[in-house]
């Protein structure tokens, strides 16, 4: 079993920046590819980043904004958001697969946390 813990949510002004972490516990080995996802109430859970290998994905509302990185030997990966907008409040969910293909697609995931809020307020 693998055991994903978030960390670093919180409230923020619109135009900061926060750090989200995930530590990966348990089968660590099983995976190569860990992501982050988004969710706000009544809307689907949606692609934020994701790391596979040296490969790294974003969603375009983010691109140029959040970086996605990861501490192999601490079985962490990190979510860099700069320049938050309102926009970006959710609740961010970190999740650890395989080799998840298409990446963007939440059905391709297969471990997930439970979840840490961001709120960016105006």
């Known amino acids: 079993q693998v055991q994903l813990v978030e960390s670093g949510g919180g409230l923020v002004q619109a135009g900061g920046s926060l750090r989200l972490s995930c530590a990966a516990s348990g089968r660590t080995f099983s995976f190569r590819a860990m992501g982050w996802f988004r969710q706000t109430p009544g809307k689907e859970r949606e692609f934020v980043a994701g790391?596979?290998?040296?490969?790294?994905y974003y969603a375009d509302s983010v691109k140029g904004r959040f970086t996605v990185s990861r501490d192999n030997a601490k079985n962490t990966v990190y979510l860099q958001l700069n320049s938050l907008k309102t926009e970006d409040t959710a609740v961010y969910y970190c999740a650890a697969a395989v080799n998840p293909s298409p990446i963007q697609s939440r059905n391709s995931w297969t471990y997930w946390g439970q979840g840490t809020q961001v709120i960016v307020s105006s």
């Open positions: 790391i596979q290998g040296s490969g790294t």
